[in-house]
């Protein structure tokens, strides 16, 4: 909870700098091969602290938070994106869906808050995107869910069928990550998409759903 005293200034915008720059550390940690799980645990706990320092500073933690946007990267991105979230500011949320195909990884950093938050934090959310007839919010909501672990229903199937290449590959991706056997067919027949990352994903879910020598043969 927040408390009621006078926030600090110097110390709320260091929260900000060291999350966000934890935030670009947890990228190179999560894929180097001599890391092990407890030094990327205690990454974690570290960035916890530092969002945990923003979040306790309230309203005026949440304006600093802001300020990471004027020069904005993958672990910006991610501390506003975060903060947003486990406050509800949908306006926010909208803000930095805007920075998708714009600044470069924001797609990454979006997802990555959507991972890192929990559940509860995504409650109302998830139902507003998925329902968007944006697909750059569709695509967020059904990573999310994904992340998560949580089958999107009907909306997944439609996704795999949209002419957004980032919405499909995204649904392709998902069908994989939440078990839908029932799509194995659907990312069978887009292993030849004419979008890369579309046909990759299409191939890598069907193998995970049993597609066997079809998908190996694409990857």
């Known amino acids: ?28 940690l999560v894929r180097a091969p001599h890391v092990k799980l407890l030094q990327l645990g205690r990454a974690d706990e570290r960035l916890y602290a530092h969002l945990d320092g923003l979040q306790v500073a309230g309203d005026d933690g949440y304006r600093l938070a ?16 975060v903060t947003a979230i486990e406050r509800h500011d949908r306006a926010q949320i909208d803000r930095l869906l805007a920075l998708v195909g714009v600044v470069p990884d924001a797609e990454r950093a979006l997802v990555s808050a959507c991972g890192w938050v929990s559940p509860a934090s995504l409650r109302g959310l998830i139902a507003d995107l998925l329902g968007s007839a944006d697909a750059t919010q569709r695509w967020l909501g059904l990573a999310a869910c994904a992340l998560h ?14 002419t957004s290449g980032l919405l499909r590959a995204r649904a392709l991706h998902a069908a994989g990550q939440v078990g839908r056997v029932d799509l194995l067919e659907a990312c069978l027949s887009c292993a030849d998409d004419d979008d890369p990352s579309s046909r990759f994903r299409a191939a890598a879910s069907a193998l995970l759903l049993g ?9």
């Open 1 to 28: 909870m927040p408390l009621k005293r006078p926030f600090i200034p110097t110390i709320v915008s260091q929260h900000v700098e060291d999350a966000a720059s934890l935030r670009s550390v947890r990228s190179v």
């Open 211 to 219: 597609g066997g020598v079809r998908a190996t043969r694409v990857l």
């Open 66 to 81: 802001q300020t990471a946007l004027e020069t904005p990267g993958v672990g910006q991105i991610f501390v506003v994106a």
């Open 149 to 162: 672990r949580v089958d999107p229903g009907a909306v997944l199937a439609r996704a795999i069928e949209d």
